[in-house]
């Protein structure tokens, strides 16, 4: 949910002032990544899953680990910039309020 926003609360929430379209635009990227690596896991084989003998799929699923903690780096980042211009306290709640909206987990 927190990277790929799908089901019922598939919007981005507005980001104000000149920063905003920066935060959406990598909003979107984490989003694409997010997906990408998510097809990487996901294979072309049906039952690959469930076949424990190759060790393939294990070292699908730790290459996807490793790509979720750099997502969390990035929205932590995106984070920690975006407050970086906050001037009034005004301003600090509305980025308090839109990235209460997208922290799912």
Partial sequence: MQFSRRGKETRIP???GSRGPEIVAILEEIKQNFLKNLEKIRGTEQDKIL???PSRWHEDFNAFKI???D???MYQNIINSAFEAVTTVQQG???LEAFDYLAKR
Avoid: A, I, N, T
């Fill in 93 to 95: 709640v509305e980025l």
């Fill in 14 to 16: 507005e980001f104000g």
């Fill in 71 to 73: 997502l969390d780096v």
């Fill in 51 to 53: 076949d424990v003998r």
């Fill in 67 to 69: 790509g979720m903690k």
